[in-house]
Each structure stands twice: as structure tokens, then as C-alpha cells.
């Protein structure tokens, strides 16, 4: 059974940092690209962005964040990282991450199992 659990999330101003992490287990997690999604009330979950398996070699990034964000994973550990600079207003959302290509594939970006955690919760105030 996959689990998946993402800390990190907090309250900070514009223009602050934050590191969002999320650890999995029950998968072979470095077969696995993985993803970093959000979602805000009312709308849809987006893409954030996505790693290739293995060494991480590869990576993609949403044009809202592109620039700001940087993705990582620690394979030893099955944990995947989000970090977040210049952080707006705009990115406050619910922040999952998930198992993406099982060939290790980035992108696409993709929930490939259709397993999701509890979230993290980012409030960038303005």
C-alpha cells in the first residue's frame, strides 16, 4: 500500500521561503518520477512540478513558478523536496505531492497511481 505524507507547509510573507518535503513508502520509489501539485478552493489541482526517477536528472516547472521553485529528491530517504523562494501571495494552496511515470518519465506531470496525502498547507501573506 502506498502512503504518502508532505510536511513543510506554514504561514510566511511575500517574498519569504519555505521547503516542503513528502516521504513515501510502499513503492520502489526511485523507479518512480514524482510531482509536486496544488490546489486553492474551488479551483482545479495543478501541476507544480516533476522529477525523472532515478538520479533526478531531469525536471519541469509550471511557468507560474519557474524560476522560484526548485524540486529535489533524496532516494536513500524516498523523499521528495520543494523549495520555494520569492514565495506570492498567489501560490497560497494545498501543495500534494505523488508518484508520477513508473518509467521515470518528467513530464509529464502526473498522478499515476491516483494516491494522494493529506497535504501541506502554504498561506503566503501579501
Known amino acids: 500500500q502506498v502512503q504518502v505524507v508532505e510536511s513543510g507547509g506554514g504561514l510566511v510573507q511575500a517574498g519569504g521561503s519555505l521547503r516542503l518535503s513528502c516521504t513515501v513508502s510502499?513503492?520502489?520509489?526511485?523507479?518512480?518520477?514524482m510531482g509536486w501539485f496544488r490546489q486553492t478552493p474551488g479551483k482545479e489541482r495543478e501541476g507544480v512540478s516533476c522529477?525523472?526517477?532515478?538520479?533526478?536528472?531531469?525536471?519541469a516547472y509550471a511557468r507560474s513558478v519557474e524560476g522560484r521553485f526548485t524540486i529535489s529528491r533524496d532516494n536513500a530517504k524516498n523523499t521528495l523536496y520543494l523549495q520555494m523562494n520569492s514565495l506570492k501571495p498567489e501560490d497560497t494552496a494545498m501543495y500534494y505531492c505523488?508518484?508520477?511515470?513508473?518509467?521515470?518519465?518528467?513530464?509529464?506531470?502526473?498522478?499515476?497511481?491516483?494516491?494522494w496525502g493529506q497535504g501541506t498547507l502554504v498561506t503566503v501573506s501579501s
Open positions: 505523488a508518484a508520477g511515470s513508473n518509467r521515470g518519465y518528467c513530464p509529464p506531470l502526473i498522478n499515476s497511481l491516483g494516491t
Open positions: 510502499g513503492l520502489a520509489f526511485d523507479d518512480y518520477a
Open positions: 522529477i525523472t526517477g532515478g538520479s533526478g536528472a531531469n525536471t
